[in-house]
């Protein structure tokens, strides 16, 4: 029986999801391994809970920091693992033994964020290129949630994409009963739902957003997401702007968000990079008729689901929302075919293939 260490460490967050997931299904699967899992101590119950035969220790040490390149290599190292699978790049770089890196996407190399000070962004992004090379050279498998990155991967780090494994990711369906928006009830609106980093491209969202109100001044535009400082300084330029009929939500409940789905006249996604680009696909498995950018792997992962726009086009983008909003006959075929899209995903697939992964992977080792 092999031994397998999963860094759980990002369990719980928004960026944690495929990793919760890969838990819970890898678990269904009763693989012949010995899995342990490292996460923070308030992640400890709900692991144990999902992976109830699954060992869960705790692991203090952040991502990012000394103490991750230190504690957890000393920690990982007390585990002697046969193999190591960290969900993200972050990892101690000079752990040698059998790793297995999940690598969502390369964004983070490519835009910098406003609310930081741009000198330390642009040194952490440099020492975070290089880990990344580092990582893609070290591990002996890597996986990619979608083909566009395999291939983003392999060139940016000159490995081969035979190296590479694709294992889509999928959306949940909201339990929850719905619970309606009150700024909301009664309105026209189209929506988007996340983060407001700068490849997410909501200023120039916002700018379709005001040539769509020129012939629907009633429509609004809700944004939802937890309030920061970058979705302040997204308010602020708008409101500099003039832009009206903006609504920032800030967090709203899983109940609340299953309304905004079901009665949203599009859900926006204008997002200049992704990795896979879960809300999208959420915001089909629940009703919503997507209006969609065609960068990076969104055209893969939503095929002929979509109504795509360019989103580097102010124009584009509004004229193709507008299309999606004035016309019910387009707004119910892309809602049928979003169901079926969204149908097409699997956790559980995704957790077989990255088992199948892992004993390529030991197999490497016993050689």
Known sequence: MSKIVIDARESGTSTGRYVDKLIEYLHKLQPEHSIILLARAERLKYLSRIAPSFVVFETPFKEFTLEEQIGLFKQINTCEADLVHFPMVQQPVLYRGHVVTTMQ???????????????????????????????????????????????????????????????????????????????????????????????????????????????????????????????????????????????FTGFVSDGQLKWMYQNTRAYVFPSLSEGFGLPGLEAQQHGAPLACST????????????????????????????????????????????????????????????????ETALSLQKR
Not at 139 to 144: G, N, R
Not at 199 to 228: C, S, T
Not at 305 to 310: E, I, N, Q, V
Not at 313 to 327: L, P, S
Request: net charge neutral; aromatic share 8%; hydrophobic share 40%.
């Open 105 to 247: 996407d390369l964004t983070t190399l490519r835009f910098r964020n406003p609310t930081k000070n741009p000198v330390v962004f642009w040194a952490k992004q440099r020492v975070y290129a290089w880990v990344n090379k580092r990582v893609a050279h070290k591990s002996v498998a890597i996986i990619t949630p979608t083909e566009f990155v395999r291939q983003d991967v392999a060139h940016y780090t000159h490995i081969n994409p035979s190296k590479i494994t694709v294992t889509h990711e999928a959306a949940d369906t909201i339990q929850d009963e719905m619970e309606p928006l009150p700024d909301l009830v009664g309105k026209q609106f189209i929506m988007y739902v996340g983060r407001p980093t700068p490849h997410k491209n909501l200023d120039r969202l916002i700018q379709a957003f005001e040539l769509l109100q020129r012939d629907r001044p009633e429509l609004v535009l809700a944004m939802a997401g937890k309030k920061d400082a970058m979705y302040d300084l997204v308010a602020e330029k708008a409101r500099q702007r003039g832009v009206t009929n903006l609504l």
């Open 295 to 358: 960068a990076t792997c969104l055209p893969e992962v939503h095929g002929d689901s979509a109504h795509y726009f360019d989103p580097l086009d102010i124009e584009d983008m509004a004229a193709k929302i507008g299309e999606v909003v004035d016309d019910p006959i387009l707004r119910a075929d892309l809602i049928e075919r979003g169901y079926k899209q969204a149908a097409g995903y699997s956790w559980q697939r995704m957790a077989e293939q990255t088992l199948a992964v892992y």
